[in-house]
Nanobody, 125 residues
Framework: QVRLVESGGGSVQTGGSLRLSCTVS????????MGWFRQAPGKERECVAA????????YYVDSVKGRFTISRDNAKNTVYLQMDSLNPEDTAVYYCAAKFGDYGLRTNALAYDQWGQGTQVTVSS
């Protein structure tokens, strides 16, 4: 059974940093498009960052460019989201998503068929 397990969420003050991890179990993460999404209360889920199967291309939503970095280590079946200079608008539940057998850069939630359980990120002012 394939599982995506996120970790690294928590509470920080404005300007702080967090590093989210998403580990894939039950299948290799190689050859897999992956992304990080977030959903704040009352808002739609949005793609924060995405990465191609071997890390050659990345995507960031405008609001996080220059502050967040997505990366992956296929040997560890893990994708990361380094979040720096956090602000209260970054508060949300963050989800990891995967599309196995996909070598593209996917930013639409409908393109993904495997999701993690989510991890809460709270940024206080």
């Amino acid at each position: 059974q394939v599982r995506l397990v996120e970790s690294g969420g928590g509470s920080v003050q404005t300007g702080g940093s967090l590093r989210l991890s998403c580990t894939v179990s039950g299948r290799s993460s190689s050859g897999t498009a992956m992304g990080w999404f977030r959903q704040a209360p009352g808002k739609e889920r949005e793609c924060v960052a995405a990465i191609t199967s071997y890390g050659g291309r990345t995507y960031y939503v405008d609001s996080v460019k220059g502050r967040f970095t997505i990366s992956r280590d296929n040997a560890k079946n893990t994708v990361y989201l380094q979040m720096d200079s956090l602000n209260p608008e970054d508060t949300a539940v963050y989800y990891c998503a995967a599309k196995f057998g996909d070598y593209g850069l996917r930013t639409n939630a409908l393109a993904y068929d495997q999701w993690g359980q989510g991890t809460q990120v709270t940024v206080s002012s």
